[in-house]
């Protein structure tokens, strides 16, 4: 494959034709700029993408995010809307880390205000919120505790106080998917979560402090909450172990199912079933209940945020609100306009996060005026941002980005970046750094990512999602 085989749409849409491979169901499509489509040869991403376009039942196109980067089966940064009467659901297409997401809260102040404290809440919010590989709380959970959040999400956790009735008002699904079913999810599973709820996790997951640099549009800053200077604290994680061995469990019996399905697939990473199937729904019951145990993850981590919050700063107005809470690894049934017929889909989101436009019936009803909240997070000690959905954006079945995209492998990272000369130039910088493990800052370094400002300037002018704001770490507490 080379940059011949694309048409270029436009400047920020470049697509490979269905004829370019003779088992190609549609065209794939990806949002990059051409310097962009030039970088992505460099791993196996755009053939990952066109592998996406031969499954069961896929329609319009495969997509792929400016973030795109190789995966699992799927790229990170892949959208497939797969036809729910006749066509697949993918595990690898929805990724490991299930309903791995973004939480944000705002607070009242401003960056003077808080500069004082800093130090001492990103000291406190390390203590509350254990981070690292199989780090977990002092207390585990029963095995009946567990399905209750699995089948509750965020919503059982807000019902046992910890957090707010808004909480759920400004989450995606209200922080609960209502088709999951508790007999599906295995006991190796649900005992790795039993200790879980309420921790970061490794690799990319971070809490940040962070300041609201800059408002590119007043009107919806405004309806978000968000001024210029404004402190906002911003938590990036996922399911846990709970949710990789959810993806893991089924992927095993996934594989050998294709033969009796006769499937057949460029790669057996891309294991797949009928979505109708009996394994095929059984997987997407379990998926719901991983993607509600990632929201009640990030609700109890909020919650110990707003305790550490609430004893360094103790006043009554040092409340932090929700903003919004959003997913970027899930699949989701949803209704589109193919072809002139609605059609009922599952939408598979891997490293894309869902951005509905003004007036879409599943947003709260403030958010109705101007679409829902999209939040994007950069690498570490780089800018982060907050747009909005937009009405341009079906045609990607309302997603975006999810965040920069890697540029290095973990292990290049590890090899190539000196953890402690980056601690001092964060520092140079102003912003504070706390993590246990050094190796865990190399394999997040921004030289191991892409230009986040650059690929938001794609979503915003391929009309994908708005930009609203941008934020810039203050105090970054890594997963380790």
Not at 227 to 240: A, E, L
Not at 250 to 268: C, F, G, H, N
Not at 339 to 366: C, I, M, Q, S, W
Request: hydrophobic share 35%; glycine share 8%; net charge positive.
């Amino acid at each position: 494959m080379t940059k011949k085989d694309f048409i270029e749409i436009n400047n920020w849409l470049w697509e490979i034709p269905k004829n370019f491979r003779k088992d190609m169901r549609v065209p794939a499509r990806a949002y990059v700029s051409e310097k962009m489509l030039e970088e992505s040869f460099k791993d196996k991403s755009l053939e990952q993408l066109v592998n996406i376009a031969t499954l069961p039942g896929i329609q319009k196109y495969s997509l792929a995010m400016p973030d795109m980067h190789e995966g699992y089966a799927s790229p990170i940064g892949g959208v497939a809307a797969i036809r729910i009467s006749d066509g697949v659901i993918s595990p690898g297409v929805c990724g490991y880390d299930i309903n791995c997401g973004m939480k944000l809260l705002k607070s009242n102040y401003l960056e003077k205000e808080i500069k004082p404290y800093l130090e001492n809440l990103a000291t406190e919010i390390q203590k509350e919120v254990p981070s690292g590989l199989g780090k977990g709380r002092q207390i585990k959970l029963s095995i009946e505790q567990i399905n209750k959040i699995l089948e509750g999400g965020a919503k059982r956790l807000v019902e046992q106080d910890y957090g707010e009735k808004e909480d759920l008002e400004n989450c995606e699904a209200g922080g609960r998917l209502d088709w999951a079913d508790t007999s599906v999810v295995s006991d190796h599973a649900k005992n790795r979560g039993r200790d879980q709820v309420g921790t970061l996790g490794s690799g990319n997951h971070f809490l940040e402090i962070q300041k609201v640099k800059e408002i590119f549009d007043k009107k919806i800053a405004e309806i978000f909450g968000l001024f210029k200077n404004q402190i906002v604290v911003m938590i990036h994680t996922g399911s846990r172990g709970l949710g990789h061995q959810v993806c893991t469990d089924y992927l095993k019996t996934m594989i050998p199912s294709m033969q009796r399905y006769e499937i057949k697939v460029p790669d057996r990473e891309f294991a797949c079933v009928p979505f109708n199937s009996p394994e095929g729904q059984r997987y997407f019951a379990a998926m719901a209940c991983a993607a509600n145990y990632a929201w009640a993850n990030r609700q109890m981590i909020a919650h110990f945020v707003r305790k550490a919050w609430k004893g360094i700063l103790g006043e009554e107005d040092s409340s932090l609100v929700a903003l919004y809470d959003v997913a970027h690894n899930i699949i989701k049934k949803e209704k589109y306009n193919i072809d002139g017929k609605e059609t009922g889909v599952a939408v598979h989101r891997k490293g894309a996060t869902r951005a509905f436009p003004p007036n879409h019936p599943e947003l709260p009803k403030k958010y109705q005026a101007v679409g829902q909240p999209v939040l994007i997070p950069g690498s570490m000690g780089t800018a982060s941002y907050v747009l909005a959905g937009a009405k341009e954006g079906e045609k990607a079945f309302y997603s975006t980005c999810h965040g920069a995209g890697r540029t290095m492998s973990r292990h290049a990272a590890i090899r190539s970046i000196n953890p402690q000369k980056l601690i001092r130039g964060l520092e140079k910088k102003g912003i504070l750094i706390k993590c246990r493990s050094l190796r865990g800052l190399a394999e997040e370094a921004p030289q191991a990512y892409k230009d986040v400002d650059e690929v938001v300037e794609v979503v915003h002018r391929a009309g994908l999602s708005k930009k609203v704001a941008k934020l810039v770490p203050l105090a970054v507490i890594k997963g380790e």
